[in-house]
């Protein structure tokens, strides 16, 4: 479903020009948990906002679903990203004046909605993460951890096929990343996103399906740290259990058993 075909992209002209990449060719099928790696500086941050339509391509092509990212008109991009693509950062981006439940809601002004109907689906992605009790607080009495499962629940109000996350376990503690990890895997299982995820922490590798690596914008042969079984026993666990924040404890188990059996 997202196929970038060659794509280079440079920042910049003459002395001051910057090649973050250089023809990079990858596939990512629908519903596939993608991991990208490499140093920093790598281009993983400016490939993930070719794939969002962030930016463009200096060349290449990028196609998700029926829709050519790099020849779109803009205002066509804009209403395709409100649809098509959750975004979550490392530093949980919410606006600290608004409450969850507002910044979560944030999105949907985007789409043609009352505000009761935008206020209603915010809650519910609320509930989606656990979080459904914390509405009405403000992210400075929430968590770090808390803080970034709002900003998943801001990137699945409009429910996205695709969820973008740039180092969405870097400001976290092990147990906090984990969940995060944990419930990125349950919106591949339940929801059957695919999402793709630039990280430099080696726990993602136990969640994902697939991790490519870039080195000097250039990308390295993928590996592929799953096995079938592995991701048989998430989905199971995923899918039992009403409330998500179960469906995410559940992933994290299921991935933990998964790992002690290789
Ligand atoms: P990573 O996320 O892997 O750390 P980036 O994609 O952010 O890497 O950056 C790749 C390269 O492109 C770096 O050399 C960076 O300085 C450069 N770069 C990124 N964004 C811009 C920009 N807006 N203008 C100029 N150079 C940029
Ligand atoms: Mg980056």
């Not at 973008?164 to 969940?179: H, S, V, Y």
Request: hydrophobic content about 45%; glycine content about 12%; overall charge neutral.
């Amino acid at each position: 479903m997202l196929v970038i075909h060659r794509v280079s992209k440079e920042y910049g002209v003459g002395a001051s020009r910057v090649q973050a990449l250089c023809s990079v060719s990858l596939s990512v099928a629908r519903g596939r948990f993608v991991a990208l790696m490499g140093p920093s500086g790598s281009g993983k941050t400016t490939l993930l906002h070719l794939i969002a339509g962030l930016e463009r391509p200096t060349t290449g092509t990028i196609q998700v679903g029926e829709h050519r990212l790099d020849d779109m008109a803009e205002e066509a991009i804009v209403r395709w990203r409100a649809r098509s693509v959750g975004l979550v950062f490392q530093f949980f981006n919410l606006l600290p004046g608004l409450s969850a439940r507002d910044n979560v809601a944030l999105p949907l002004q985007l789409v043609r909605l009352s505000r009761r109907d935008r206020l209603r689906r915010a809650e519910a992605a609320l509930d989606l993460v656990g979080l459904g009790e914390r509405a009405a607080h403000f992210p400075r009495a929430l968590s770090g951890g808390e803080q970034q499962r709002i900003a998943i629940a801001r990137a699945l109000v409009s429910n996205p096929e695709m969820v973008i996350a740039d180092e969405p376990t870097g400001e976290l503690d092990a147990g906090n990343a984990e969940a995060i990890l944990g419930l990125l895997q349950v919106l591949r299982d339940r929801f059957g996103k695919t999402v793709v995820m630039v990280t430099h922490d080696d726990r993602a590798l136990r969640y994902v399906d697939e991790v490519h690596r870039l080195d000097k914008g250039e990308l390295l042969v993928d590996e592929r740290p799953a096995s079938p079984p592995e991701r048989g026993a998430g989905r199971v666990a995923g899918s039992d259990g009403g409330a998500a924040t179960g469906a995410a404890t559940g992933a994290t188990g299921a991935t933990g058993a998964a790992n002690g059996a290789a």
